[in-house]
């Protein structure tokens, strides 16, 4: 079984910051290409940041400069530093994890998410 954890959200003025972690737990062999996604109400969930397992990164156009995905592979764990937050980023997050398990295909997990809100 697999379970990503998703831990560092709270609450948070216009300008701070927050760090993400995405952990994810369970027999497996290792932890590929992962996401950070958010999503509000009423609205579809976006893509903020991904990452691969050899570090190459991409972001979306809205938080790019402001936010930087990392990773411990030996932690099996992804980061997101959140800096010059707005009430715009205000947010569930939620990490979607690419997973390689001894005998088993490929599969992506997601997370519960933690909850991002950023005060004016």
């Known amino acids: 079984q697999v379970t990503v954890m998703e831990s560092g959200g709270g609450l948070v003025q216009t300008g701070g910051s927050l760090r993400l972690s995405c952990e994810v737990f369970g027999q497996i062999y290792s932890v590929g290409t992962t996401g950070w996604y958010r999503q509000v109400p009423e609205k579809q969930r976006e893509l903020v940041a991904r990452?691969?397992?050899?570090?190459?990164?991409n972001y979306a156009d809205s938080v790019k400069g402001r936010f930087t995905i990392s990773r411990d592979n030996a932690k099996k764990t992804v980061y997101l530093e959140m800096n010059s937050l707005t009430p715009e980023d205000t947010a569930v997050y939620y990490c979607n994890a690419g997973v390689t398990r001894v005998g088993r295909p490929f599969a992506t997990y997601w997370g519960q998410g933690t909850q991002v809100t950023v005060s004016s």
């Open positions: 990452i691969t397992w050899s570090g190459d990164t």
